[in-house]
């Protein structure tokens, strides 16, 4: 039978029945009417997925069919190479193209064109195309019948078009260019672009594949041609409005054909996406994406994901995203955001350093200003190791560089929330913490603040480390300090009976005052110690340290083990507590 005709049949058949069908049965008490039957219909179709559950609604009985049809919702997913040439109608897919369009209306159209091979499925595409006004979600692959199809009708204008995915069939790269050329779409915001390796021809990068409307590309490269990172860099630097980028670098020709332009990734500004929340890229090796990150300018606070899919390529993606730190951080250094930089807020005088964090803010002020140097990382180390250590030392490291544009000399109160060990079974990082926390020469206040009943990302003998008096290795004559001009210290919640599980009591206090006595003689000595919430304080603890510095203490003496002592309340000098975090 014609489809036409099993249409026009269809249409009468239902037009007889509408009267009847759209009555409630009778017999079953509890019968919806079709206005809330068709409220629940519609709140169940407009879930993408619940789709393939939509034709057992048709099954149940005629009422809810009858109920059924008159849902557009139910009718705007179509799957072209599903629909049904003289076929029965049975499910939302199997119905001919005319019917399914009629049903639904004038809502926006989700439509899926895979494979499409027979004339009739090619037809089906022919009366999608002429409601192209309607689709707000197509996905298709690229044919030389399909494109030749769109050729014939063009051009085409898609204004609710928003999601586009485009698979290219094999051997077909080469029908791209006509495909976007007919196709007007002034609202897509995501694109995803697949298909097959090609053979012998493929697409070249170019601006015109994608629009600068879009907020989600996903573009796998092996249908493009010199996936060099300038060359994908360029292609995309409109694309101002981007939030999620997703490449696959192809593995073998990445680089076998470069353009004859490329120039040093220093000699051009970068490819700046100011508003990048998510990177995603597969690659085989750290040279593919490392590059392309040289040539482009994300925000530090963009989630970094990164998968090798070649399994010859023996690399740890701890190890892939320490390099892309390093990468990014040197970039950053030389077009860091002023809003991020804190550039022009004359207030800020404090900086707490977290482990993978910067917070700038007012001493006597709530107001901060965050710079967030590498998030990601936190997803990836969770416990002190190897791996977690060679983060950290790329983060001291980094550090100085992001505040090249930051007027150090305001930075006066600095605050300590991450002091891992520095052993050298774990990279020796003190030499990495050292030239970071040199840095800050202004500082007369510092805070060493550990975080209560948290053991891992704090010790006392990198905290005594970065008060002590260093001679450098060269020359042991010649000394060298931190924090030069350093005046209070505060230290908050901190044991002074030492690391958990010392067996030495009062070392950190003995080790403490000796660091204070040799600034003190080096023409360095701290004015006073402030004492905050720290445990394991008592009476002797107060008589070792008066000897070196004058102390405040809030009385708080509760021990390691829990007890809390409040009869020891030693203020044996009153001074200005130091301003900062409280």
């Known amino acids: 039978m014609d489809s036409a005709v099993f249409s026009q049949q269809s249409q009468q058949a239902i037009s007889h029945q509408e009267s009847a069908e759209l009555q409630p049965p009778q017999s079953t008490a509890d019968s919806l009417p079709p206005e809330i039957l068709s409220k629940i219909f519609s709140h169940?179709?407009?879930?993408?997925?619940?789709?393939?559950?939509?034709?057992n609604i048709l099954h149940v009985c005629r009422y809810w069919r009858a109920v059924a049809?008159?849902?557009p919702h139910f009718w705007n997913h179509i799957e072209i190479g599903t629909?049904?040439?003289?076929?029965?109608i049975t499910t939302p897919t199997s119905?001919?193209?005319?019917?399914?369009?009629?049903?639904?209306k004038q809502v926006p159209l989700t439509i899926f064109a895979l494979a499409l091979a027979t004339p009739h499925e090619i037809n089906s595409l022919r009366l999608v195309l002429a409601e192209i006004g309607r689709v707000f979600t197509l996905d298709i692959e690229l044919t030389q019948e399909v494109v030749e199809l769109f050729l014939e009708i063009r051009p085409l204008s898609a204004p609710l078009l928003s999601r586009l995915r485009v698979t290219y069939a094999e051997n077909a790269c080469d029908v791209s260019g006509p495909f976007f050329n007919s196709l007007h779409a002034p609202t897509l915001s995501e694109l995803e672009l697949s298909?097959?390796?090609?053979?012998?021809?493929?697409?070249?990068?170019?601006?015109?594949?994608?629009?600068?409307?879009?907020?989600?590309?996903m573009v796998d490269s092996y249908i493009f041609l010199d996936p060099h990172p300038y060359v994908v860099s360029e292609a995309i630097r409109h694309l101002q409005l981007l939030e999620y980028l997703e490449f696959l670098f192809c593995v073998d020709t990445a680089y076998?054909?470069?353009?004859n332009n490329?120039?040093?990734?220093s000699s051009r500004p970068p490819v700046i996406l100011p508003h990048l929340k998510k990177l995603v890229i597969t690659s085989a090796t750290t040279e593919e994406w490392a590059s392309f990150m040289e040539y482009v300018s994300i925000p530090l606070s963009t989630q970094v994901r990164i998968h090798l899919f070649n399994g010859s390529v023996s690399v740890e993606p701890a190890s892939l995203l320490v390099d892309l730190l390093r990468r990014r951080l040197l970039r950053k250094a030389s077009h860091l955001n002023t809003e991020d930089a804190v550039v022009g807020v004359p207030d800020v005088d404090m900086v707490t350093v977290g482990y993978c964090t910067i917070k700038f803010h007012h001493s006597g002020s709530s107001q901060s200003h965050f710079l967030s140097s590498a998030p990601y990382i936190l997803n990836l180390f969770q416990w002190f190791d190897s791996k977690m250590a060679e983060a950290y030392r790329w983060h001291m490291q980094a550090v100085p560089l992001l505040l090249a544009a930051i007027p150090l000399h305001n930075i006066t109160v600095l605050s300590l929330l991450h002091l891992p060990e520095c052993r050298d079974t774990v990279l020796a990082l003190e030499e990495h913490r050292f030239a970071m926390l040199g840095s800050f020469t202004n500082v007369t206040t510092l805070i060493l603040r550990r975080k209560p009943s948290v053991y891992w990302?704090?010790?006392?003998?990198?905290?005594i480390s970065i008060l002590e008096v260093h001679r450098l290795p060269t020359a042991s004559s010649i000394r060298t300090i931190l924090f030069p001009r350093l005046k209070h210290l505060q230290l908050s919640h901190v044991g002074m009976n030492g690391d958990k599980g010392a067996t030495t009591p009062l070392k950190f206090v003995d080790d403490l005052c000796a660091v204070l006595e040799a600034r003190k003689g080096a023409g360095f000595g701290i004015h006073d110690v402030f004492l905050e919430e720290c445990c394991d304080v008592n009476e002797t603890v107060i008589r070792k340290l008066e000897r070196v510095v004058p102390v405040v203490w809030d009385g708080y003496s509760r021990s390691t083990s829990g007890t809390l002592d409040l009869h020891h309340r030693v203020v044996l000098q009153r001074v200005d507590r130091p301003s900062g975090e409280a």
């Open 457 to 463: 990302d704090w010790s006392h003998d990198a905290a």
């Open 262 to 265: 490329v120039p040093h990734s």
């Open 69 to 71: 049809i008159e849902v």
């Open 256 to 259: 076998q054909i470069l353009p």
């Open 195 to 217: 298909g097959y390796p090609p053979d012998v021809d493929a697409l070249t990068w170019s601006s015109h594949y994608f629009p600068p409307t879009l907020t989600h590309l």
């Open 83 to 88: 629909t049904a040439q003289d076929g029965e």
């Open 44 to 55: 169940v179709a407009a879930d993408d997925k619940n789709f393939a559950y939509l034709k």
């Open 95 to 104: 119905l001919p193209m005319d019917l399914l369009l009629t049903w639904s």
